[in-house]
């Protein structure tokens, strides 16, 4: 019986040896950021088999891989997500009423805070990277702006690789085309911001800029919070863009 005991035990820790070793090779080889096994089971005979598992690849890595990202399945992704990987946007949807749309993932984490610490909860993380075109914010807009949930929309830039102008010109477009009502808080600071300034200043459209990040999200919070109560009690708040 210990015999057996000992036997197995050796064929269990060979077969799980081999399993890890195949799991590491395969999720270096194709690039990677997830591999879960789980359960992993222990048969009677002493064999270990991997029953079920999920893995998640890096996008940054479809190039390497065209056969294996072909059979992504869209149809089983958010619509959004499935638009903002279309527009080259970096875009997760979340449960909140604050609509973020920000350049650079470490300022758009900083933003989706400093909204948690006055009190509101953002609606989604977009970072539309530092070399987004005006019609990759305009549909930013389009995908923040679909989302029922979203009562108010932040716009926090700061211009280094990206221009300021370059954002106010894509915040001017969308305002203009999907005649966005709700509140539109921007802050802008860097590259050509005078210039950004100056575009939103020229126009049309009822903006809130302000230069200071956490006035900013206070405001959005704010006025968030007014827009809900005001659905809730049915009173028409007017927050139209255009003049």
């Known amino acids: 019986f210990r015999a057996k005991q000992w036997y197995q035990r050796r064929v269990r820790g060979a077969q799980l040896k081999t399993s890890v070793e195949k799991l590491y090779n395969l999720f270096v080889k194709y690039d990677s950021t997830l591999l879960e096994i789980n359960p992993l089971a222990e048969l009677t005979d002493g064999r270990v088999l991997c029953l079920d598992c999920k893995i998640n690849f890096d996008d940054n890595a479809e190039y390497r891989h065209p056969d294996l990202f072909s059979k992504r399945d869209w149809s089983q992704e958010d619509k959004r997500d499935v638009e903002a990987n279309n527009a080259g946007l970096n875009y997760i949807g979340l449960d909140g009423s604050i609509g973020c749309l920000v350049n650079g993932a470490g300022l758009a ?17 977009l970072d539309v990277g530092g070399g987004a075109t005006s019609e990759q914010v305009t549909e930013a807009f389009k995908i923040i702006s679909s989302d029922p949930k979203v009562k108010a929309i932040l716009v926090n830039i700061f211009g280094g690789i990206m221009r300021c102008d ?13 005649n966005l009502d709700i509140p539109l808080i921007v802050r802008l600071q860097g590259s050509n911001v005078k210039e950004a300034k100056a575009l939103m200043a020229l126009s049309n459209i009822k903006i809130l800029p302000i230069d200071n990040l956490d006035e900013a999200a206070s405001m959005a919070v704010k006025l968030s919070d007014i827009v809900s109560r005001a659905q809730e009690l049915k009173i028409k708040v007017d927050f139209s863009l255009g003049i």
């Open 166 to 178: 370059v954002i106010a010109q894509g915040i001017l477009d969308a305002a203009t085309n999907l």
């Open 109 to 125: 984490m900083a933003t989706m805070d400093i909204i948690k610490l006055h009190g509101g909860d953002p609606a989604n993380f």
